[in-house]
């Protein structure tokens, strides 16, 4: 991959779209655990009685949670590669180009 981007270089695309995923995952997993705990308390019951009987939304809602939980897993095993990959990279350069590198950045 060409790194042609404006952002820093401990932050590399990759790991940028695996926060995202992470955000958006945990975004819908506290919206889906929100809705299941307003549903079962007073304030939620006007809110949720309709869907309530419905077997559809319960199945919706362990299905939005599971999503979730597997953006933030899928997130986190994107970082952790990327990390990987970048470490693996930097073992292979010689001792010369990493302080070039390193001087550079200071």
Known sequence: MIN????????????LIGMIIIAFGVTLLVLALRRKYLRG?????????LTD??????????????IGLLMVIAGVIAITFDAIRQEDQSAYQPDAYRENIQQNHS
């Open 4 to 15: 042609d981007s404006n952002f820093p270089t401990y932050l590399t695309h990759a790991q």
């Open 41 to 49: 308390r007073v304030q939620g019951i006007q809110k949720f009685a």
């Open 53 to 66: 009987r419905s077997p559809f939304s319960r199945k919706s809602e362990n299905l939005l949670q599971k």
